[in-house]
């Protein structure tokens, strides 16, 4: 068990130590997505949903859930996140409508913000289900993935497709 670092000398899961750790400006950017009918697409791009402005809401609560990441996945650092932006766009193709989520973060200390960009991405898909569910329950949230990284003991990354 000694080569998975989320976990002590008796097999059990613990939160790695990173006060040795040089802190460092690092940063994340995730992607995730949702595909909903033309009528949803209408009424979101109208702004006419019942629950009101479904995208603003969400970029909301992709803001929150990336501030709250440590307390919904256990092993992750409560962090000072210095910048946090959700941002969309559509891409439609016949009859098909994906609102694409990009969820980017910043910080500057020990660990980095992938999952908090996660989170954000996340959050923001299953905000924009909630909001539009009484339409169609039959969305999809699409993949969810790391786009990119900047920082940190193991370098950058970049997600090639």
């Known amino acids: 068990m000694t080569d998975f670092t989320h976990f002590n000398e008796q097999g059990r899961a613990k939160m790695v130590d990173i006060s040795e750790k040089k802190e460092t400006e690092r940063t994340a950017t995730a992607a995730s997505s949702i595909f909903v009918t033309k009528e949803i697409y209408d009424k979101i791009s109208a702004g006419t949903m019942k ?3 479904v995208l603003a809401v969400a970029q909301v609560a992709g803001v929150m859930a990336a501030k709250k990441t440590s307390d919904w996945i256990p092993m992750c650092h409560p962090l000072q996140l210095k910048g946090i932006d959700i941002s969309f766009d559509w891409e439609i193709s016949e009859d ?3 609102l694409k989520i990009e969820a980017f973060v910043k910080t500057k200390g020990s ?3 992938e999952m908090e960009a996660l989170t954000a991405a996340s959050a923001t898909a299953l905000t924009i ?3 539009c569910k009484a339409l169609d329950k039959g ?6 993935y790391l786009l990119s990284k900047q920082g940190g003991k193991s370098g950058d990354y970049r997600r090639e497709d």
């Open 51 to 53: 629950k009101g402005d």
């Open 96 to 98: 098909t409508y994906e």
């Open 111 to 113: 660990t980095g913000v």
């Open 129 to 131: 289900y909630d909001m």
């Open 139 to 144: 969305m999809v949230i699409g993949q969810t």
